[in-house]
Every structure is written in C-alpha cells, then in structure tokens.
C-alpha cells in the first residue's frame, strides 16, 4: 500500500522538477527519491499506459466481420451450417442463425460462443428474444411457399379467421387424431394447409435411392387427382394405388427441417409461431384467438 501512495504522489510531480533532475523532498514524509527510482516508476507508468492502449486497439483489430466469422465457424469440426450473421443485442457480439433455426451468440473474435435462446427481462415478464426471431424467419419462408403445391381444406365458414400451415406424414396416429378434426376446424373459420413430411425420411439409408414407405404414400396422394379424397382415405388406414409423378414432397421436407421440425404433426401460424403435436379444433381455436 505504501508503494501505491509513493507512486501516485510521484505521479503528481511537476515534470518541470524531474526535467531539473533534483531530488523530491515531501512535506509530509521527507522521503528523498533518487533519479533511479523515480526512473523506475516513470517506465512502469509507461509500461502501463501502453498496455491499456495495446488491449483496445488488439480488441478492435482483432474482431471480425461477418464473413470471416462465418468462415471461421465453418471449419470447426462442429458440422455448423451457418445461415446468417447478424448484429445481435448484446453489446459486442454476433447473432448467427444456423441452418436448423437454432441460434449461436458469439464474441466478435469468434472464440467464444454461447449456444442457446437470448431471454431478455422486462419488469416482470420474460421474453424470448430468439423466439420472436424464429417466428419471423418461419413467416417469411412459409410465404415464398407456392399454395397450388399444398393441400388444402379451406374454412367452411363465412369468413377465414385464421390459417395454419400443418407438416403431416400418413401413418403417424396423431396426424389421423389431428386430419378427423380438421372438419370441425373448418367450421370454426380455420383454413388447413398441408405439407409433407416423411417421419422417416425420404430414402431408407443414406446410400440407397430405395424410398421409403412413408413418402411413397404421400407422394400417392400428391399425384392423384383428387388430393382432399385420398388424403383422408389414406388416414383412415386404407390402402390407396401407388403413383409416381413429380411431387413437391422433397421440397417440404427440406422446409421443415430448416424450420427445426422434428415431428408431426407440427403446426405453424400465419405470425410464425410452431407447435408440436395434436391440437383439438377447440384447443387450437383457442390458442388462435378466436375463441
């Protein structure tokens, strides 16, 4: 402590007197200082000074811009597909959004990352920041969708209320739950547009060009002449002829795996909000808001 107090009471000196080489003498303590020591001190104030400096410029040299931390989390041998960097929230870091929806906040160097949902605090409530980024994500992409390449049971009431985009596969139980209900959604206002989604994938393995047994039967479904029928025939268990033709089935699925969608049914509102599972037509009227 004693040190400290000598060296900031030398750092108070007038350079006029160190310039004249003369020794310091205090009032308070009657400590002479030879000009080695106060040499000393002087080049660990320097020292100092030039550390601060060192650190801020490194700090700003050393971010990156949004290429090159794309780059550089490409080559981690963590299979990180990134899709965008964005300036996030939070002071001096990167918001980037991977191809599967899931989020990465990172330093601006890229050596540190935190993986997970930002949650940000308002008085009393908690909000998902991420979230809400995903909803908009999942909005924009479900537009570029082109409607005559879905199936859909469009409301029966007098005015639409609402639309839901549905990702569905033919044998999954609560896809039938769910199809059995969609005509009591449809008189509530509720417009059902289905995508399809193979639970199982589109090809049996990775090596194989054999499909497998869940998109041969959407894709039965996609080529026949009459969608709405054979959908529901199909859910009912039924068995309906094989077709071939060219089917948008693939393209779905790559839609709903950028979207995170890990099971079916899996239903998206018109403001971007995903849910998992079976929905009743008043559960789901309700969580619409038009109930």
Excluded at 14 to 39: D, P, Y
Excluded at 169 to 194: Q, S
């Amino acid at each position: 402590m004693a040190d400290i107090d000598l060296y900031l009471t030398l750092l108070r000196c007038s350079f006029r007197e160190l310039a004249l080489g003369n020794s310091l003498q205090f009032a308070s303590s009657k400590v002479l200082w030879s000009e080695l020591a106060w040499s000393n001190i002087l080049m660990k104030s320097v020292f100092f000074v030039f550390t601060l400096w060192t650190f801020f410029v490194s700090s700003s040299v050393l971010a990156l811009n949004a290429q090159e931390l794309r780059l550089k989390l490409s080559q981690l041998s963590l299979g990180l597909e990134v899709e965008t960097v964005l300036t996030g929230p939070l002071d001096g870091f990167y918001r980037v959004v991977l191809s599967d929806g899931s989020v990465l906040h990172t330093t601006e160097n890229g050596n540190y990352f935190i993986y997970g949902d930002l949650f940000r605090v308002e008085k009393d409530k908690v909000y998902n920041h991420d979230e809400k980024e995903r909803n908009e994500r999942r909005r924009g992409m479900l537009s570029d969708v082109d409607e005559s390449e879905l199936i859909i049971f469009a409301s029966t009431s007098d005015q639409t209320l609402a639309t839901i985009t549905v990702f569905t596969d033919i044998d999954c139980g609560f896809c039938r739950k769910f199809h059995e209900d969609v005509p009591e959604m449809n008189r509530l206002g509720i417009t059902v547009r289905y995508m399809a989604f193979p639970r199982n994938g589109i090809f049996e393995d990775q090596v194989s060009e054999e499909y497998t047994s869940e998109f041969k039967k959407l894709r039965s479904v996609w080529c026949s002449d009459r969608q709405r029928f054979y959908l529901t025939l199909a859910k009912t268990g039924a068995g309906i002829a094989e077709k071939e033709c060219d089917t948008p089935i693939v393209k779905h699925y790559a839609l709903g795996q950028k979207m995170n969608v890990a099971g079916t049914p899996t239903i998206v509102n018109e403001d971007g909000r995903m849910t998992m599972g079976y929905r009743s037509a008043s559960q789901l009227a309700l969580e619409l808001g038009i109930q």
